[in-house]
């Protein structure tokens, strides 16, 4: 085993890999691995582009796109064209997809670099297009058509002009069209009646853009939940991304087996003996029933501890779950132990892939109204990852 000390996010002067933060972020770099693994056996022969997007969903983009690598994925997607090129600085030279493309990105770069590009509008296929222009270099472009999620992407009547538009670049050696794709708006729910028209829009919009001559080399629509559930989406390629972290994109559908990539520990900052009647933390929302012995987690909402966790989230603390105690403040909580006694210093572990009966990011975002995705996206910039192969 070999442990690498990566920086968190926005670490600006600090030397995070040497600092003895109390609250962090554990990766597992071989469930990443594997969770890909099973992914693409799923998918049955799809290509996978591996989503890394606001640093790999928390974990980390860097060190997740090379274990997503390993596991089989043949490229990677992020949202932003600075994300891409962050990869690219990091020497990472396979296709990367920008996905969320903005006027006034940095396309020069971009094209320079070989990042592909989604885009979805003909304004957006002309900037693209004279960047292209300047770099010296064809754009890798990806079509975006809206099937029916109504975000990104030009709808079914402005797609022919785009089609139109595009080939017209492509045949003055501005752009390259690699991709045609869309995206799902309710793949983790398959009996929803847009799945079904989202699936045919899709097929008529490739149909279109082949019948007037584009050649993709990838047709993509799939995210995780039709990646597992959805065999109509795969195409040549998916695109996982919660589903590769280990969490379920479903959690009512069984899954193949994923592992959580991701544990956040923390270490007690201070234990103490109070009165019954104490009460505890801001706005007193919680109240000690009987004299009991209280710990302090020095971790917050600005490590990612949602507030609204408060009097609600579980932990495990010596060796049981404990429930946070009143409210959760930007750098600490209180666990009540009635009469357990925990160290100062121990370990705690805030959430995980559940191996030691500690609740998963699944359960921390059931118990908060949220989703997995925001749990561990969220875990914060001051945190360090520590990534474990
Ligand atoms: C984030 C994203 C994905 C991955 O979605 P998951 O639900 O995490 O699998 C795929 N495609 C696009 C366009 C995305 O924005």
Redesign the pocket.
């Known amino acids: 085993m070999s442990w690498a000390e990566k920086p968190g996010r926005g670490g600006g002067e600090a030397d995070w890999g040497t600092m003895r933060y109390p609250t962090r972020a554990l990766v597992e770099l071989s469930a990443i691995r594997e969770n890909v693994r099973l992914i693409r056996e799923t998918a049955g022969g799809a290509e996978v582009m591996a989503?890394v997007?606001a640093d790999g969903?928390g974990h980390g983009a860097v060190a997740v796109a090379g274990a997503a690598l390993a596991g089989g994925a043949g490229r990677l997607?992020v949202?932003y064209v600075e994300e891409a090129l962050a990869l690219r600085e990091a020497g990472i030279d396979v296709p990367v997809m920008a996905?969320?493309c903005t006027p006034g990105d940095e396309y020069e770069r971009a094209v320079a670099r070989g990042v592909d590009l989604?885009v979805g509008g003909t304004r957006l296929l002309e900037e693209v297009a004279a960047a292209a222009g300047l770099a010296g270099r064809a754009a890798r472009v990806h079509l975006a058509v809206d099937t029916g999620m109504t975000r990104?992407g030009a709808t079914a009547d402005a797609w022919p002009q785009l089609v139109d538009q595009a080939l017209k670049a492509q045949a003055s050696g501005q752009v390259e069209i690699i991709g045609i794709?869309s995206?799902m708006a309710c793949?983790?729910e398959p009996d929803h009646p847009s799945v079904a028209r989202q699936t045919r829009a899709f097929r008529e919009a490739v149909e279109l853009a082949e019948r007037s001559g584009v050649r993709p080399e990838v047709r993509h629509l799939a995210?995780?939940?039709a990646?597992l559930y959805l065999p109509d989406t795969r195409w040549d390629m998916v695109?996982?991304?919660?589903?590769i972290y280990g969490l379920s994109?479903a959690p009512g559908l069984p899954d193949p087996g994923l592992r959580p990539a991701m544990t956040v520990t923390s270490r007690i900052a201070f234990a103490k003996r109070v009165a019954a009647g104490s009460g505890v933390s801001y706005g007193h929302l919680y109240t000690t029933s009987k004299d009991t012995n209280v710990a302090l987690v020095p971790a917050g909402y600005a490590d990612g501890v949602p507030r609204n966790g408060s009097n609600v989230l579980e932990l495990l603390a010596g060796g049981a779950r404990r429930r946070v105690a009143g409210r959760v403040c930007m750098d600490q909580f209180v666990v009540d132990l009635g009469d357990d006694v925990v160290g100062e210093g121990d370990e705690v572990v805030l959430f995980g892939p559940g191996d030691r009966g500690e609740p998963t990011a699944q359960e921390w975002a059931e118990a908060t109204g949220t989703i997995s995705?925001e749990i561990v996206t969220r875990i914060g910039g001051r945190v360090p990852r520590t990534h474990l192969d």
């Open positions: 989503m997007k969903y997607g949202a996905m969320v989604g990104g794709w995206h793949a983790d995210n995780s939940a990646a695109r996982p991304g919660i589903a994109p995705y």
